[in-house]
């Protein structure tokens, strides 16, 4: 599962009842559930991009071709894979930038793999420290740190 959240969302700055009511159903989700929903280890990456940082969430999957790669302001896009080992616990963390800039795009720019063990610290950049990807249209640059959120593997 892959979930991305922006810091700066255009039209969505109205507390509606509809939206009100959503946040009432997944709390009772989570309540249910037993904080279940908040336990999965979570690998989470703040990434910036000139003025807007995303927060990008993976989770362990066996299906690394499967996951998604996040659209960056029609510049860059990040992808953050997390592959699942043979007990589906982590077993690395593979995250890719590519250049949407450029003739030929995507071009890779940047990839970066993780092996276990992975610091104890839950807030970014605590597993990747602060990495700093550059397009060659312009020098456009766009900034990522990730932590891993759960029990160390």
Request: proline share 8%; hydrophobic share 40%; charged share 15%.
């Amino acid at each position: 599962m892959v979930g991305i959240r922006e810091g700066r969302m255009p039209g969505r700055h109205r507390n509606t009842g509809a939206s009100r009511v959503w946040r009432m159903v997944w709390g009772l989700c989570v309540l249910a559930s037993g904080g279940q929903a908040l336990a999965q280890p979570t690998l989470l990456c703040d990434v910036r991009q000139a003025d807007v940082t995303r927060r990008v969430t993976a989770q362990p999957t066996s299906n690394p071709y499967g996951v998604v790669s996040h659209d960056i302001d029609e510049r860059f896009r990040f992808k953050a894979v997390v592959g699942a080992g043979p007990t589906g616990d982590a077993a690395y963390v593979k995250l890719y930038v590519y250049d949407m800039a450029v003739q030929g795009a995507p071009v890779l720019l940047h990839m970066a793999t993780h092996l276990p063990p992975w610091p104890v610290a839950h807030e970014p950049p605590a597993l990747t420290g602060w990495n700093h990807v550059y397009s060659s249209v312009l020098g456009r640059e766009l900034v990522y740190g990730c932590a891993w959120q759960g029990d160390a593997p």
